[in-house]
């Protein structure tokens, strides 16, 4: 049974800044200890030391009034510390079980016992109502299931203490519930958890106490029961008051920028994931597309962005067919991206904060002329966009991949609205962001509609979808199960039609 886990004084430097600053906080245990804080304020860092990751400059932890020093993560999996991180940790090509014992497989002389680890996953799945397909491959399992397979991994190996890194930030509101549904029951077994995220309800649903970062230190402690949405956002970014984002208004018929005609996309099992899919977006317009993962939003960003393979139907960017034009050249034509992934797809994470801004525009003046880079614009460029989105970063020239989550995914919105975009597709914009970067991703997402481009959006925050969209369509099982103009749809109405649901009966004929 875990005690109490009290930080003294951790002080952790990274070139050019100092990511925890003389941190000292006490986390009770058997308890949910929420820890928030703006992007980069060192909430990731101080958990990486916890949990073994990294080494403090300074300071002590102590758990259960014992000194703990951890040189390595196996070190803190001893003392029963275990982190569901920001970014997942799995081998895609491994199943689900592989990646369970990896490195703790049970077994004696090279053997591995895995019918017994089989026995001992599917007896915790069961007590902490978890449902992991053993046998799958990860990546062919949806998020929610690998997060489920982080959590199971961390109890495998005999966690007390659970450390959640923004783990709603990837999940469904059902999901949501389901995975709150989990740490309760954590709390029923005794563990402690502690719980990391910039979604200030569900930490206010799910907390008993709530500590906030800010530049590297402590700057409040209370109990939930004192806590409001407001107050906590003004002990994070200094104020409380945000702008509620309004849909553009669009006063006269215009010509569509993107259409989508008849599209019909099978996968490589033969299953229609996309099924006669048809929909225009006009300039300034924001069309947001609501659904449960899964049913065929992947394939439909895939397809409009040019890598997806379609059985039939056409795309049309600005009245020119462009279904079997590359990537490449749909980008020429001010097509831009924000990806759902920011680390795989979105960014190279082992080049440089600048080398990922200039992306796509390496090729072309002003940053480039008679293919030789041009250093002096490329800085320019580079600074001008780490200003306006406020990204922060020591230096432009630091490798992406030590970026906090939040300022990743600020530089990958930076550089698909460096210029004026003709369609823009929105994956989760603001996954990940603090409540002040998110309401300044809104404003740009709706300039950029307001300078005439056409606006994909696509999210699982409903809040999200209603504030921004015009229009808002409900995919279910590949095909328009909905469809209603801003303000014309509740999220209640929304939800149902998500779960396949239309006039109140159950599902739809396939
Ligand atoms: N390995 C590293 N090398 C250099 N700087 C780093 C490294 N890891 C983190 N940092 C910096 O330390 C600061 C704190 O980052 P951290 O990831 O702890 O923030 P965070 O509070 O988790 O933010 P977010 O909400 O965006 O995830 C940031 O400025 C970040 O760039
Ligand atoms: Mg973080």
Redesign the pocket.
């Known amino acids: 049974m875990p005690g109490d886990i009290i930080f003294q004084a951790i002080t ?1 430097r ?4 100092l ?2 600053d003389s941190i000292s906080l006490t986390i009770r245990a058997k308890t949910v200890h929420a820890i928030v ?12 030391i916890l949990c073994g990751l ?1 080494r403090p400059d300074s300071g002590e932890i102590l758990i259960d009034h014992q000194y703990k020093s951890f040189n390595s993560p196996r070190d803190a999996v001893k003392a029963g510390i275990g982190m569901v991180h ?1 970014e997942f940790m799995l081998a895609r090509d491994l199943t689900v079980l592989d990646n369970l014992i990896l490195g703790y497989e049970p077994g004696s002389y090279g053997l591995i016992k895995r019918e017994e680890a089989r026995k001992k996953l599917q007896k915790l799945s069961t007590a902490y109502g978890l449902s992991v397909p053993l046998d799958c491959k990860i990546g062919e399992i949806p998020v929610s299931f690998q997060q489920q397979v982080e959590i199971l991994k961390v109890l495998y190996r005999g966690a007390e203490i659970i450390i959640f ?2 783990p709603t930030a990837v999940l469904t509101p059902q999901e949501t519930r389901g995975l709150f549904t989990a740490i309760r029951e954590l709390i029923e077994q005794n563990k402690t958890v502690i719980f ?1 995220s ?1 979604k200030l309800k569900e930490v206010i649903a799910i907390a008993d106490r709530i500590s906030i ?1 800010r530049n ?1 230190r402590v700057s409040g402690e209370l109990p939930v029961e004192e806590a409001t949405e407001q107050k906590l956002a003004e002990l994070m970014v200094g104020r409380k008051n945000f702008l509620q984002a309004v849909p553009p208004v669009i006063k006269e018929e215009r010509a569509p920028l993107l259409e989508i005609v008849n599209l019909r996309v099978t996968d490589q099992a033969k299953i229609v994931r996309i099924n006669d899919l048809s929909f225009s977006i006009q300039a300034g317009e924001i069309l947001g597309v609501a659904g449960v993962a899964g049913n065929g939003q992947s394939e439909l960003v895939a397809a409009i962005i040019g890598w997806g393979v379609i059985d039939s139907g056409r795309i049309l960017l600005n009245r020119i067919d462009i279904t079997t034009s590359s990537v490449r050249q749909r980008r020429l034509k001010g097509m831009r991206y924000i990806p759902q992934d920011r680390s795989m797809i979105g960014s190279c994470l082992s080049a440089a904060v600048w080398e990922n801004l200039i992306m796509g525009y390496e090729f072309k003046a002003p940053l480039a002329r008679r293919g030789l880079l041009n250093f002096t614009e490329i800085n320019n460029f580079s600074k001008k966009l780490i200003g306006r989105f406020k990204i ?3 230096s432009q020239d ?1 490798p992406v ?9 600020k530089t990958v919105i930076a550089r698909e609205l460096a210029e004026n975009s003709t369609v823009l597709l929105a994956e989760d914009p603001t996954r ?3 409540i002040a970067a998110a309401e300044f991703i809104h404003s740009q997402i709706l300039q950029e509609a307001g300078k005439g481009s056409a606006v994909l959006l696509i999210s699982q925050d409903l809040d999200e979808l209603l504030s921004l969209s015009n229009r808002i369509i409900v995919l279910y099982d590949g095909r328009i199960i909905g469809e209603s103009i801003a303000g014309e749809m509740t999220k209640e109405a929304i939800g149902l039609l998500m779960g396949g649901r239309c006039n109140g009966k159950d599902g739809v004929d396939k």
Request: glycine fraction near 18%; hydrophobic fraction near 35%.
């Open positions: 952790k990274f070139p050019g800044v990511a925890n804080g703006e992007n980069g304020a060192g909430k990731s860092t101080l958990m990486n990294l920001q890194d923004e990391i910039h970062l590297g922060k970063v020591a630091m991949q030590n970026l906090s989550g939040g300022n990743l995914q990940g962001v603090d």
